[in-house]
């Protein structure tokens, strides 16, 4: 751990026992609320919420899968966030269905990854509760979630070159 971040909570007390003596112990009662132990998730927790932009959606793939749609993107001048948005709203305008692919006869050679993107929160929450509608009505025989729907629109907007392994 480099020196710094060594030194970084006791330098935070220090911080906090001159804004005591300096007539603000509002804001060292802040300074002390982050160096406790549950003080971090706090912090943010309000980052998050203060930030203009969407939490962070992981999108669970095998890692070919991810640089692959990285690299296609890219190659097409496309931005994969405005593609996942784009196959959240066919969903939702029933002019897209995932299948369901299950958890996948994962060999022991694939490394799993994330793909992170920043979904809108409205539309992710809309397509999942969209997901759950067609479960429980019985047009589907399970529950995609917007993770599933933008791993398989991506997929079929940019799909994945075809191998002798994969058919």
């Known amino acids: 751990m480099p020196k710094k971040d060594d ?3 006791r330098r935070l ?6 804004l005591r003596d300096t007539g603000a112990p509002d804001l060292a009662d802040a300074v002390d609320e982050m160096c406790a132990p549950t003080g971090w998730g706090k912090l943010r927790r309000a980052i998050e919420a203060a930030s203009p932009l969407p939490r962070n959606v992981a999108v669970y793939m095998p890692r070919e899968e991810r640089d692959h749609l990285r690299q296609a993107a890219a190659d097409r001048n496309l931005v994969l966030t405005e593609e996942a948005h784009e196959g959240l709203r066919r969903f939702l305008a029933g002019e897209f269905t995932p299948v369901n692919l299950g ?4 060999t022991g050679d694939t490394v799993l ?3 992170n993107l920043r979904l809108d929160p409205d539309l992710r929450s809309r397509a999942d509760a969209h997901g759950k509608q067609l479960k429980e009505t019985g047009e589907l025989d399970w529950t995609p979630k917007a993770v599933h729907v933008v791993r ?11 191998t002798p392994a994969r058919r």
């Open 7 to 9: 030194d970084l909570l």
């Open 13 to 18: 007390s220090r911080a906090s026992a001159h």
């Open 103 to 106: 958890r996948g006869p994962y």
């Open 152 to 162: 398989q629109y991506l997929l079929q907007r940019m799909p994945m070159p075809k």
């Open 113 to 115: 990854s994330n793909l």
